[in-house]
């Protein structure tokens, strides 16, 4: 595949101060982390706040490994901002795809707009880091500021923040494949073959089974002589306070209960 989708998203209006914060999901929280962790200068995360609650950032555009758009300064000023991040290669996105399809509902919560963590950990397992980590953003900007990032660059990461958090396949094309192109890659994963069919084993009811003929039982052996009960004995004494002769007197009465019941007699005195 050409790797080639891109998106368009309109600008956010300004006035958006509304929005509490801008990732609500752990995951856009990560990508926040990545960039606010790298900043050489706090002032300038403020100003890059400001702007993108203030409607500065125009329409962004999304595409393989690039996150673009024009940002306006106060003085109304437009700046060409581009973040790039760094794109899988092919052999990550099969160990990515092989990780999602090992799940059913992994692929089913990224459509239902969710990233779930034990997909993303199992993806770590295989080496393939899908959330940016600190320093991966790596921001361009037409303004002369030389702080990293500048806040042109800030509040571009910022609003990306919101469309990560609405559409993780935002994330996913950033990282070099959109929902088309994944979604093909996972059609063409082979199936798994359906079990056989078990047959269910043949029964019958339970008045059938009840009606069945009972074998013959074998015939009572005769009764034990008396040394049978200290042939029974345990040739060690098994702990401390255990009398061998109230020991010996308890087998010999077991032995004759269960020849009482093997007769058939009931008297179990």
């Known amino acids: 595949m050409s790797g080639d989708e891109v998106l368009g998203f309109p600008a956010f209006p ?16 990560a990508w926040l982390t990545a960039m606010e962790e790298t900043a050489l200068d706090t002032i300038q995360l403020r100003k890059g706040r400001r702007f993108a609650y203030g409607g500065h950032v125009g329409s962004i555009t999304v595409s393989p490994g690039r996150l673009a758009a024009t940002v306006y300064g106060d003085d109304g000023g437009a700046h060409r901002t581009v973040v790039e991040v760094e794109r899988l290669g092919d052999g990550q996105w099969d160990r990515f795809v092989g990780a999602v399809t090992a ?22 397992d295989v080496d393939v880091r899908l959330l940016p980590g600190i320093g991966e953003l790596q921001p361009h900007c037409s303004c002369p500021d030389w702080e990293f990032p500048c806040r042109h660059a800030a509040a571009l990461c910022y609003q990306a923040a919101w469309l990560i958090d609405t559409d993780p396949f935002v994330l996913l094309l950033l990282r070099g494949r959109g929902a088309s192109e994944l979604l093909g890659d996972l059609r063409r994963q082979p199936s798994a073959p359906d079990p056989e069919p078990v047959a269910a084993p043949a029964g019958v009811t339970a008045a059938e089974a009840y009606a069945l003929p009972v074998a013959a039982l074998p015939p009572v052996p005769p009764d034990l002589p008396e040394l049978a009960a200290d042939a029974l004995l345990p040739t060690v004494v098994p702990g401390p306070g255990v009398e061998p002769v109230a020991l010996r007197r308890l087998v010999a009465d077991a032995a004759r209960r269960a020849r009482a019941l093997r007769a058939g007699s009931g008297r179990i005195r």
């Open 103 to 124: 799940k059913a509902g992994h692929l089913a919560a990224l459509l239902d707009g969710d990233v779930p963590r034990e997909l993303v950990e199992a993806a770590q």
């Open 14 to 29: 300004s006035g958006m101060t509304r929005v509490p914060r801008f990732a609500r999901s752990w995951w856009g929280r």
